[in-house]
């Protein structure tokens, strides 16, 4: 069971990246990110090309591919995403569902939808003992690396005052208006970084999932019902259902295998007759 409970938490890694991705993005943009998904899948696709074009490691590719979908988002947003800022945001979303498929078939023409073959990296290939279990050095890092990442957006958002500006900026846009901040300031960095979790989290991936051009459609609604457990718009709702979701489906796959698939929605029922603004949502942020 403990082992179980661990495979959750390294599934759960990749939960929280994501979600705290799109939290961040929906909070301050108001924009739902259906292409988010397929930053997640070129982050994965974007550490097998250098590996395979020029034979860039995946200990380089893990810091330099998510800067540079980071900076792909940087150019969506200025070029495409602002441009509707001002309209009903079921246009962002048509916007961005429709550059999810775009990128999506883009890989698709170029590799085909076969999963490609990344290895994993020599160093992490054996397995560590915990005490009560070996396991996987690889998902060791995996999980290690997400904490770290979420404990880092954490110092940045908490203990910065620009980290401030932007959490309060995603939770209560319109009072930071108020107040005399420039929320549209801030909107274009915080939207590459989202973008540069989901590479992030792609990179990551790439040993240990199927490289492919359909893994983030696979998970991005997952991930939106993750969200939506942890509250539209909350940053530490959307890490800690991230986790707690990858555990519960980890158990529920090894007691009840025919309910792993749909336990998330089922939570995210449960949860929103509940608390309708989510685990950590605030009621008025959803009026």
Not at 28 to 54: E, I, P, Q, R, S
Not at 76 to 94: C, G, H, K, Q, S
Not at 248 to 268: G, H, K, N, R
Request: proline share 5%; glycine share 12%.
């Amino acid at each position: 069971m403990l082992q179980q409970a661990f495979d959750g938490l390294v599934s759960g890694a990749f939960y929280a990246l994501l979600a705290l991705g799109l939290a961040v993005i929906f909070g301050m943009l108001g924009v739902v990110n259906f292409a988010h998904g397929a930053f997640y899948m070129l982050g994965a696709f974007g550490a097998y090309v250098v590996l395979d074009d020029w034979g860039v490691s995946f200990w380089i590719a893990l810091p330099v591919v998510p800067v540079a979908l980071g900076v792909v988002g940087v150019v969506v947003e200025r070029v495409l995403i602002r441009r509707l800022a001002a309209l009903d945001p079921l246009y962002n979303f048509l916007l961005t569902f429709g550059l999810a498929l775009i990128l999506q078939d883009l890989v698709k023409r170029e590799y085909g939808v076969q999963s490609q073959p990344y290895p994993r990296p020599s160093a992490l290939s054996g397995s560590v003992d915990l005490g009560l279990f070996t396991y996987p050095a690889y998902r060791v890092f995996v999980l290690g690396v997400a904490l770290v990442a979420c404990l880092a957006v954490w110092y940045v958002l908490s203990r910065t005052r620009a980290g401030m500006i932007v959490r309060a900026a995603t939770e209560r846009p319109e009072l930071t208006r108020a107040l005399g901040i420039d929320v549209g300031r801030w909107v274009t960095p915080v939207f590459g970084a989202g973008v540069a979790l989901a590479g992030l989290a792609g990179v990551l991936a790439a040993p240990m999932r199927a490289v492919n051009p359909l893994m983030g459609s696979d998970l991005i609604i997952a991930v939106f019902a993750v969200v939506v457990i942890g509250g539209l718009g909350s940053i530490f709702g959307s890490v800690v259902s991230g986790f707690a979701v990858g555990v519960l489906t980890a158990l529920t796959d090894f007691y009840v295998p025919s309910l792993s698939q749909t336990l998330v929605f089922i939570l995210m029922v449960v949860v929103l007759l509940w608390r309708p603004a989510g685990l950590f949502g605030r009621e008025e942020g959803i009026a």
